[in-house]
């Protein structure tokens, strides 16, 4: 099986800017969760979907968004970008919720706003 | 808000020495899972613990879950260059609306 794969790998953007992000599952796989991962604060819980549907939303200012389309795929939009925002932003896919929730994550988005 | 404690922050020793990196909480978790993360890519599953006082041996990697699902750790025999990278664990909530939380990681240096 394919693994889950983000694109683009390396973004460079400036402030002020919007920017997508766009994740595709391991077939099969129905939620997909984002993070983001900076050295400072680690693995930060973005939000999950699934079934096209947010499950969970962690916090994050509202110009932080997702969505996910029928065939599971997810993109997530940064709007007016910030200096803080620069980060590797992590896509994880999963069966759903389930007893373990394991994921299964892609090799990220390395974003940097200048 | 649940919080996932993980020491050492950095540890860096010879090919061939045993290790231990703890992860703890005050809250309990219904499960915790490990995961390493090398330069370049994101973190790979190693290991679920859902049962307290459980136990899991993944080659010369041993995890173990606290009797209270608080607290983890992961124990390394004979470390190799391989073993180098960012290891993070992960606790999943059985309530609020981050489901999994991670702790901040230990990077693990192993020098030849």
């Known amino acids: 099986k394919a693994g889950v794969t983000q694109t683009p790998r390396y973004l460079i953007k400036t402030r002020g800017q919007q920017v997508t992000l766009s994740c595709s599952p391991i077939?099969?796989?129905?939620?997909v969760s984002w993070y983001q991962q900076t050295p400072g604060q680690g693995l930060q819980f973005l939000f999950e979907y699934f079934s096209e549907t947010q499950r969970n939303k962690g916090n994050f200012p509202g110009r932080f968004s997702g969505r996910q389309f029928s065939n599971s795929r997810s993109e997530m939009n940064v709007s007016t970008l910030e200096l803080g925002d620069s980060a590797l932003y992590l896509c994880?896919?999963?069966?759903?919720?389930?007893?373990?929730?394991?994921?299964?994550f892609g090799p990220g988005t390395r974003l940097t706003v200048t | 808000t649940q919080l996932l404690e993980q020491s050492p922050q950095f540890l860096s020793i010879q090919e061939g020495e045993n290790l231990t990196v703890y992860c703890n909480s005050s809250s309990v978790f219904s499960s915790l899972q490990w995961y390493r993360q090398e330069p370049g890519e994101g973190p790979v599953l190693l290991v679920t613990?859902?049962?307290?006082?459980e136990v899991k041996k993944l080659k010369r990697l041993t995890f173990q879950f606290g009797d209270a699902r608080k607290d983890s750790s992961l124990h390394i025999t004979a470390a190799q260059p391989g073993d180098t990278g960012l290891y993070l664990c992960?606790?999943?909530?059985?309530?609020?609306?981050?489901?999994?939380?991670f702790g901040k990681g230990t990077r693990l240096s192993v020098i030849a």
């Open positions: 992960a606790g999943l909530s059985l309530s609020g609306n981050t489901p999994l939380v």
């Open positions: 994880a896919s999963s069966l759903g919720p389930t007893t373990s929730y394991e994921q299964y």
């Open positions: 613990v859902v049962t307290g006082g």
């Open positions: 077939s099969g796989h129905r939620s």
